[in-house]
């Protein structure tokens, strides 16, 4: 009776450890990648989004946010792999740029990266967004764009983007987001809003599933849909068959020049060749004074 009660608590133990593993590889591998739909304050995170400045390339149909700042690696890398996924979807991505706040006292943005700021909520100039992010962050000087700092009005402009990205953080951490960059603000299928912080890429799958965005875009064409390849005489490539073409005319002989004779038997079949001519014999030996040469 002991020894059953020992393997029946180990069993258990067992179970217990077997059960909390897998809940932890389900939430790890699966469960924290997933977005999160909004349940309350959707009017509020709404009304921000619709009244921030956001710069996009087009495409019409459904609007997909993006909210980062400049430096933010993930949120490059998301732009130049799944936004042209989206708009094959009919997805609009719209980006918000922010400036980030400083942070004990240092500045975490440059006066360039605060100037473009403010001339993208100004202007929303998609053509001025597409040449800052082609060109990198140290580079970039934000020559004949008026600067922010000095200037009372873009200054301004500047600290809206950063309340943006204040308000509309602690409304999505009260839904229970996590907070990392980029942003990503969404309505599924059914209308419900969803947002995500999409710093890893294992979560980028769930927004193209929501929005039925293809996993690729830019497929190479098929081997029989490729054009035929044009063949040039003389330039080495095998010549087509051409239905149409004549044969090859059967030429006669050409019989042997004057003074020659034909290499051929009088059956008309090729003579043999002549037999190879008797090899030299070797030399013989000859004993000198000191050395035997051959």
């Known amino acids: 009776m002991r020894r059953l009660l020992i393997w029946s608590a180990l ?11 897998g809940y932890w590889a389900y939430w790890n591998f699966y469960s924290r990648f997933q977005p999160v739909t909004i349940s309350r304050d959707q009017a509020q995170i709404q009304q921000l989004l619709d009244e921030a400045s956001w710069v996009s390339g087009g495409g019409g149909g459904e609007p ?20 042209a996924k989206l708009r094959a979807a009919g997805v609009e991505a719209r980006v918000i740029l922010f ?3 400083d942070r004990e006292g240092l500045p975490q943005s440059t006066p360039a990266e605060r100037a473009t700021i403010a001339e993208l909520w100004l202007t929303r100039d998609w053509s001025l967004y597409q040449r800052w992010t082609a060109t990198p ?37 009260d839904a229970g987001v996590q907070i990392t960059y980029p942003l990503i603000l969404w309505r599924d299928r059914e209308g419900f809003l969803k947002a995500c912080g999409c710093a890893d890429s294992r979560a980028w799958t769930f927004i193209r599933d ?3 965005a293809p996993e690729r875009v830019g497929q190479a064409e098929p081997v029989d849909a490729l054009p035929t390849t044009e063949t040039t005489p003389g330039d080495g490539s095998p010549a087509a068959a051409d239905p149409a ?12 020049a004057a003074g020659q004779t034909p290499n051929t038997a009088p059956n008309g079949t090729p ?10 014999a070797a030399p013989e030996a ?5 050395t035997t040469f051959f």
Not at 245 to 256: E, N, R, W
Not at 271 to 280: F, H, I, K
């Open 64 to 83: 997909l946010y993006i909210i980062a700042y400049r430096d933010s690696a993930s949120a490059q890398r998301y732009e130049r792999e799944e936004v």
């Open 99 to 101: 400036a980030r706040a």
């Open 11 to 21: 069993a258990a133990l067992i179970g217990l450890i077997l059960a909390g593993v």
């Open 286 to 290: 000859k004993k000198q004074d000191d």
């Open 210 to 212: 929501d929005l039925n």
């Open 245 to 256: 073409a004549l044969p090859y005319p059967a030429l006669p002989a050409i019989p042997p």
């Open 271 to 280: 003579a043999p060749a002549s037999p190879p001519a008797t090899p030299r």
């Open 137 to 173: 962050a140290s580079a970039w000087t934000a020559v004949g764009i008026p600067p922010a700092d000095g200037n009372l009005a873009r200054s301004a402009v500047v600290e809206a983007s950063r309340q943006f990205e204040t308000r509309l953080s602690a409304l999505l951490k």
